[in-house]
């Protein structure tokens, strides 16, 4: 019997949702809210989830978080719930990952019809996999308990690399560490998820950041080594990192010193400079994508959110009129509602929340002040070991619009006050206040504590 868990605060609703799927046959688990939704998708690892948006103690942006990191968990088909008509909403929901949405109210025809298409489309990525894993002697996969497996490729040679242990895990990728016998050297292998292959968006925003790091030669971006793409996955080698990323280094050792972190900087910086000088936006910058060597030098990575100003990173949409942009939206979502859009457009909201500059939120123009914003934050948590804002999406996002940064003299009273001065900065409102390049960022922060 197929199994759906629906996490939604409203009783009624969540009374509703469930007495239809149990006439049509299905096994119905309920959540009264995100917390309990994660504990109960993980004990009984759902065919597919039903979330609502706006709920206490966990939204629904957090719960797909969580889910995503779980492996065990990351593929199961995910419908938000939402009474918000808002496209941003929307947009933000499944660059999370999420597979589709319904929109209050709903009729149980509605309901029943998003589900079965979305547990078709399942099945079928499924099948692709069981096609795949055959030919190489692996035991066919029957369903979405299974979904561990489905997500490991350790142990198989593609393309003539042998892929080792998962390194890193993402909302639509899975990152292993790898080793190309042919030339003798370790390397690291970005998958997208097997649920993408199907979705020519997410492909496309793989090709993006394969394109645009293959034109981007500096020592502090990460190297490509290898890309393609066939009917089984999507692939971009890349050199190992033995370091781990800023995120793992702050969540193990805390804090850095302030010369650590002025190194850290000008290496970034100088990466980011490349990018910009060709009016290419990173869009994503965060500790998570600044990724360390044995010797502690740092390179940017994951471009697959970029931005190019000049000439567009997406020729399926060319360059139009506003309305007739927001048009060509409108319609694509109507025709395929649970594909991302990573087009060039200065709505498009991409990124990660704790992160992005107020004017990615509001879905206004962006320029290359949006990445020294991001850069300001990461080198706030670099300092200090934590975010300056904290909450619920929605919380931080209302922060990040709204408030200044909290000077980080609070957390790190032994730095010089024009440390702080430098950083907030970086991270002002107004983007025609913060620096004008990265590198004049760079500069100003290197010598702020002198003296102190």
């Avoid at 942006?61 to 008509?85: G, Y």
């Avoid at 899975?174 to 292959?197: E, F, M």
């Avoid at 409108?330 to 991302?340: A, L, R, V």
Wanted: net charge negative.
């Amino acid at each position: 019997m197929t199994t759906v868990l629906v996490i939604e605060d409203e009783q009624h609703i969540r009374r509703n949702i469930v007495d239809a799927l149990t006439y049509e046959g299905y096994e119905a688990i309920e959540a009264e809210n995100g917390t309990i939704g994660v504990q109960l998708t993980l004990e009984n690892i759902p065919d597919l989830i039903i979330c609502d948006v706006m709920m206490p103690e966990l939204d629904g942006f957090e719960v797909l978080q969580q889910l995503q990191s779980e492996p065990t968990a990351a593929t199961i088909p995910f419908i938000f719930l939402t009474a918000l008509a808002d496209r941003q909403y929307v947009r933000h929901g499944m660059q999370l990952g999420a597979d589709d949405y319904l929109t209050k109210p709903f009729t149980p025809d509605e309901l029943l019809s998003t589900i079965n298409t979305r547990l078709t489309k399942h099945a079928t990525a499924l099948r692709q996999y069981n096609n795949l894993h055959t030919t190489t002697g692996e035991n066919r996969i029957a369903s979405t308990k299974d979904t561990p497996r489905l997500q490991s490729l350790v142990g198989v040679t593609i393309n003539g690399y042998q892929i080792g242990n998962v390194i890193g895990e993402g909302g639509t990728g899975t990152v292993y560490q790898a080793y190309q016998p042919s030339i003798g050297r370790d390397v690291a292998i970005k998958v997208l998820r097997q649920k993408y292959v199907d979705n020519m968006e997410f492909i496309r925003r793989f090709q993006t950041e394969a394109e645009l790091v293959a034109r981007l030669e500096h020592p502090h971006i990460i190297p490509l080594y290898d890309y393609w793409y066939d009917a089984q996955g999507v692939y971009i080698v890349m050199r190992w990192l033995r370091g781990g990323s800023l995120r793992s280094v702050l969540s193990q050792k805390g804090p850095w010193d302030f010369p650590q972190t002025v190194q850290l900087l000008n290496q970034v910086a100088g990466a980011l400079s490349v990018a910009h000088n060709v009016g290419i936006i990173h869009r994503d910058i965060k500790p998570g994508n600044i990724l360390l060597d044995e010797r502690g030098n740092a390179y940017l990575t994951d471009f697959g959110m970029a931005k190019n100003l000049f000439s567009g990173t997406n020729d399926a949409f060319p360059r139009q009129s506003l309305e007739a942009m927001l048009k060509a939206q409108d319609d694509f979502f109507k025709q395929e509602p649970s594909s991302t859009l990573y087009i060039t457009d200065s709505e498009q909201i991409a990124g990660t929340p704790a992160y992005l500059s107020p004017e990615q939120i509001q879905s206004e123009p962006l320029s290359l002040q949006s990445d020294i914003y991001s850069l300001g934050i990461t080198l706030y948590e670099t300092l200090t070991g934590q975010q300056p804002f904290h909450g619920t999406i929605g919380e931080v996002i209302n922060q990040q619009v709204l408030e200044d940064l909290p000077s980080l003299l609070i957390h790190r009273p032994d730095l010089s006050r024009s440390v702080d001065d430098v950083i907030q900065k970086a991270t002002d409102k107004e983007p025609h206040h913060r620096y004008a390049d990265v590198m004049s960022f760079a500069a100003d922060f290197s010598i702020s504590n002198d003296g102190a």
